[in-house]
């Protein structure tokens, strides 16, 4: 019996918040029924269908679920770019798995390149195992979408956990979300810093403090 696994992650660019990275693994033979549950790329569903097939997943196959939160994204980008923070991800759920065959959403441009940049990392038992890594996996390999629906339902329950925290509905968290840019505008505004969510080595953040340390200077 063949084990395949998929690997995905949700919330890579956003201002707010972790990211999440999953891996599903299910039998070869029950990835006709990922399909018949509708899985897809997380994207492309709404927010109650993928809810709907996220409680399904869990009599289909198996997850692990690993969040890298903003404070660590901010430290490690140091020292690597947001790709190998993304691989090295990728392969904390991986090395954890006894499958036979292994599915990525690819990051970047080439997935060869990709793939042996992973099992460099990954324990010598993987050096001859099959992988796959490609742009749109998440929608055409039910494993991945299986895993991209997981990772998306877990960072929009974080969302959700920070607007009850913070009492604002900031939208996304992405840098394009005018209501996320507010938040962080008026939260600067009146705090004087940024919520310890923030992802600090963004550009976005950046910024907003600038602006707030240029206003402090010139009424001073």
């Keep these: 019996m063949v084990r395949v696994l998929g690997v995905d992650e949700a919330g890579r660019g956003p201002v707010i918040g972790s990211m999440f990275i999953a891996s599903f693994e299910t039998d070869e033979e ?36 690993k969040e890298v939160k ?13 790709n190998e923070i993304e691989l090295m991800g990728f392969v904390d759920v991986i090395k954890e798995s006894d499958a036979d065959q292994f599915t990525v959403d690819l990051p970047e441009p080439n997935g060869n390149r990709f793939i042996r940049k992973m099992k460099k990392e990954l324990p010598s038992r993987f050096a001859e195992k099959k992988f796959v890594a490609e742009h749109g996996a ?16 877990a960072r929009e329950k974080h969302v959700q956990v920070l607007k009850n925290k913070y009492g604002y509905d900031f939208g996304s968290g992405y840098p394009h979300d005018k209501p996320t840019i507010k938040f962080l505008e008026t939260y600067m505004e009146e705090k004087g810093e940024l919520p310890e969510e923030t992802r600090m080595s963004w550009s976005t953040a950046e910024k907003i403090v600038a602006k707030k340390n240029q206003k402090k200077f010139d009424e001073f």
């Design 30 to 65: 029950m990835l006709g029924r990922l399909t018949e549950i509708g899985a897809k790329d997380s994207k492309k569903l709404s927010e109650k269908k993928r809810e709907q097939i996220r409680d399904q997943l869990d009599d289909i196959g198996d997850f692990k679920l």
């Design 70 to 82: 903003a404070s660590q994204i901010d430290e490690m980008r140091e020292v690597m770019t947001l």
């Design 138 to 153: 998440d929608d055409n390999y039910p494993e991945v979408s299986a895993a991209s629906i997981v990772a998306k339902s």
